[in-house]
């Protein structure tokens, strides 16, 4: 079962901020995040664990409700190079499925 | 970057014809992970393998099959392609499965006609 991102797509200027939403039915033990850039691999962004520990990417910031099951991405002070799709992905408390959201595409213009 | 390699790169095959593609890594990781990305739908997981021989199936497993009969690789199989599954397949591996991140290999295009 898939989460559910929001929203689906969203168009910045250079500088400004964005925020990425996930979400999921299910009890969770960790929420990634990815960015994949056209005609690449995704590449990783952060994770952010039950408990409260994170790892990953300095310059971009995330939180995870654990009792909502629910995760932001926070994209402050955008720049070019942010543009791309984000997906974020779940891991259970019960098993070792990583399983992606359908993604949110990020355009930063000039 | 990760030791990770995916082959082929590129296949065209014909309606109804086995296929195989390979994910070979060389960082002694765990969990691998096959999946499919389509326009509007993502990255889904068709399988993945916990171990050696340890395998278990994702959201949309009809029609394909996995092996792992060593640590570096996990081999995903259509049995009999069909147009529906022509699709970017990627590979990704991980240390601990939930608790680290996942590198993903460069996917494979698969074309089926």
């Known amino acids: 079962q898939q989460p559910v991102q929001s929203p689906q797509a969203v168009i910045l200027r250079e500088g400004e901020d964005a925020v990425i939403n996930c979400s999921s039915s299910?009890?969770?033990?960790?929420v990634h995040w990815y960015r994949q850039k056209h005609g690449e691999a995704p590449v990783f962004l952060m994770i952010l664990l039950k408990g409260g520990e994170q790892k990953g990417h300095d310059k971009i910031s995330a939180s995870f409700n654990e009792k909502k099951q629910q995760s932001s991405l926070y994209l402050t002070a955008s720049q070019l190079s942010y543009s791309g799709t984000y997906f974020c992905?779940?891991?259970?408390?019960?098993?070792?499925?990583?399983?992606f959201g359908k993604g949110t595409l990020l355009t930063v213009n000039p | 970057d990760a030791g990770i390699t995916q082959s082929p790169r590129h296949k065209v095959t014909e309606t109804g014809t086995p296929v195989t593609l390979r994910c070979h890594q060389t960082e002694n990781h765990r969990y691998m992970y096959w999946y499919r990305q389509d326009p509007g739908h993502g990255l889904r997981l068709i399988h993945y393998?916990?171990?050696?021989?340890?395998?278990d199936k994702g959201e949309v497993s009809d029609g394909y099959s996995v092996s792992r009969s060593k640590t570096e690789d996990f081999l995903l199989t259509l049995e009999s392609a069909t147009s529906s599954q022509t699709s970017v397949y990627f590979c990704?591996?991980?240390?601990?499965?939930?608790?680290?991140?996942?590198?993903f290999g460069q996917g494979t295009r698969l074309t089926v006609v």
């Open positions: 992905g779940t891991v259970g408390g019960s098993n070792y499925k990583l399983t």
């Open positions: 393998s916990y171990g050696v021989k340890d395998t």
């Open positions: 299910k009890a969770l033990y960790s």
């Open positions: 990704a591996i991980s240390e601990s499965g939930r608790a680290d991140e996942a590198f």
